[in-house]
């Protein structure tokens, strides 16, 4: 099964990344933007979708300054 | 005695280390790959950008067949010494608490720093005097956790380089015999580089492992 992973900057740590794309934004002409967040994406395909949170735990993620998210069923890459 | 430094791939202060670590002690290389720390009495985690940094720096060093060692090293009392890229090891394994950031401005930092030597009673700081100048060169340093920790090492006034909370450069756990720092103590071991400053922590590493054996320990 194919599956997404997102992955977050904890809400209340600072996100320099966030806020360099949310000032770069405007500089373009983009006006009416705000609470920019960068994280990432990881997608992978599992024959056991039940271990997706444990890999998340141990490795994907780091549960101290990061969320995640699993979106199971995804389509396939191609 | 004998340091051990690990060399992962993309390590690239483990000569630095090596050499700093020469200067006090007899000190060894050893490979990510190996399953024996060959004897040493001291390890050292050194900087660079083990496995390219993949994912998060230091995630995937921690679980190079070295670490299962330090890691079983460590919950020995045996002493680690993580710096730069090995304190985010140290973190990531869970040896140390808390996590690095990316730096508050993005850039890659490389300046000289005086730090505060704030805890002098511990393993690694023990021959300090209270200010150090030690230089630090790193993008992800901003040291964060949202629990209390020991904290040894803080940026002086003014001169945080990375917006790490409450000025912290270095901490240890509550065992005090894992410690990690980013500045690079192994870069300034000769006046001739602008500090010796360093070597008084690989120093201290010395006179704590000989203050072990000579207790019998």
Not at chain 2, 57 to 67: D, E, K, L, Y
Not at chain 2, 106 to 115: D, E, P, T
Request: glycine share 10%; hydrophobic share 45%.
């Amino acid at each position: 099964m194919r599956a997404r992973v997102l992955i977050r900057p904890k809400a209340g740590i600072l996100d320099p990344q966030g806020q360099a794309v949310e000032r770069a934004l405007p500089a373009l002409g983009f006006s009416g933007v705000a609470n920019v967040h960068v994280g990432r994406l990881v997608e992978l395909d599992v024959d056991d979708a039940s271990q997706l949170p444990g890999m998340c735990e141990r490795l994907l993620a780091n549960p101290l300054i990061e969320d995640y998210e699993i979106i199971e069923g995804v389509a396939a890459h191609s | 005695m004998k340091f051990g430094v690990i060399r992962f791939p993309g390590t690239c202060d483990d000569v630095d280390a090596q050499l700093a670590a020469g200067r006090v002690g007899d000190a060894e290389l050893l490979w990510h790959r190996d399953r024996d720390l060959r004897g040493v009495d001291a390890v050292i985690v050194p900087g660079g950008f083990s496995y390219g940094d993949y994912l998060r720096a230091g995630a995937i060093a921690r679980f190079a067949p070295v670490m299962s060692q330090v890691i079983e090293f460590a919950h020995a009392g045996g002493l680690v010494f993580g710096i730069c890229n090995g304190f985010q090891i140290l973190c990531e394994a869970g040896l140390l608490p808390g996590a690095l950031l990316v730096n508050d401005h993005l850039k890659f930092v490389f300046r000289q720093v005086n730090l505060d030597v704030v805890d002098a009673d511990t393993a690694f700081t023990r021959s300090c005097p209270p200010r150090l100048s030690i230089p630090v060169k790193h993008t992800t340093g901003r040291y964060y956790s949202p629990t209390p920790v020991q904290v040894v090492l803080r940026y002086s006034a003014g001169e945080n380089p990375n917006g790490s909370q409450d000025d912290i450069a270095g901490v240890i756990n509550a065992e005090g015999n894992v410690f990690g720092m980013m500045p690079h103590p192994e870069h300034a071991v000769d006046p001739l580089t602008g500090s010796s400053d360093g070597l008084r922590m690989f120093e201290s590493i010395r006179a704590s492992v000989e203050a072990r054996v000579g207790a019998g320990a």
